[in-house]
């Protein structure tokens, strides 16, 4: 017998090649917890479950979310993932001990990164012996959560007491989020200009100067992107350098300089290449010298964030005459 009862024709009438519509599922979460959590236990295949939980969106104060705790064991960690993540919307903090709970028998790493998020994301003060604990655990990524969750007390002497330590802490990511939040200079802004504006004596102007005299000149925090081609060390005629560890600390100077000028949060574009320095003679070989490889420890040194490599793909024809100019 097929099931015409009213809330199936309207399930039947909001698919969208044959996944539930957005505007479907914020109507079926308005009409009240029963029918939400009814369309929920309904679903058989795991597509129809992410697509609801992935949108279920803003969860009302007085939201019974009681069917999501199910879901925390569900075989699907995506949907497990996504459970955890709709739960802190909710304001029961009853749920904390069952999160706490599913993370103690979770083994999928994203599931309990994102059970500790949710836990800090419930900003409630009893929650901080929780997140102190947290600390102390292997996953850097779980650390950095359980740090964003203990941030909200900043004020509190008992977490900054816990949090400044880490600093020293073993993984490069958990001391800058440490070092920015509490050991970072901030300077005076009065001498900065505005983050989107720049100086007007920087702007259409061309200086024909040794890059380490003119960027003396430079404010700080003054510029938003910097593109630049350094020399390629030895292999064209217009650089020369003692050695190629000169070659490094030089390119070291710029860009530390180069940090220094730059808004916070902008870019540095570096245009480089492994590059070959000749033979010789027939009885010596050529040597091949990794320009980007050995730059990159030096820029991250000084607080450069590695982005994004490019692949500048030049036409074969091009490649031959690049000193001269493209033909």
Known sequence: MTDRSPISE?????????????????????????????????????????????????LPKNFDGKFLIPLLNHEYSKIRLLAAKNIAKLSNLDNTAILLQTYQKETDTSVKREIVSAIGRMRNPDNKKILIDLLQDNDPKIVCQA????????????????LKPLINHPNEMVRTV???????????????????????????????????????????????????????YNARDYSIYP??????????????????????????????SPIIIPRVSRSHSSRRYPIPFDLHPYLVKMGWEFIDDIIWLKPESCVKNRIGGFM
């Open 178 to 232: 440490i070092y920015k939040e509490f050991f970072a200079i901030t300077e005076s802004s009065q001498n900065k200009s505005p983050h989107p504006a720049s100086h007007d004596c920087l702007k259409n102007v061309v200086v024909n100067s040794d890059v380490l005299q003119a960027l003396k000149y430079v404010p700080d925090e003054s510029i938003h992107l910097t593109f630049t081609s350094p020399p390629y």
């Open 243 to 272: 050695s190629y560890q000169h070659y490094l600390e030089f390119l070291e100077k710029v860009f530390r300089e180069t940090h220094r000028i730059t808004k916070e949060g902008r870019f540095l574009i570096v245009n480089t």
């Open 10 to 58: 309207w399930e039947n009438t909001n698919r969208i090649d044959g996944v539930f519509s957005k505007k479907y599922i914020a109507e079926l979460k308005n009409r009240g917890n029963s029918d939400l959590a009814h369309f929920i236990a309904k679903q058989k295949d795991n597509k129809s479950l992410v697509f609801i939980l992935e949108n279920l969106g803003y």
């Open 147 to 162: 740090i964003r969750g203990l941030l909200v007390f900043e004020n509190d002497s008992e977490v900054v007491e816990k």
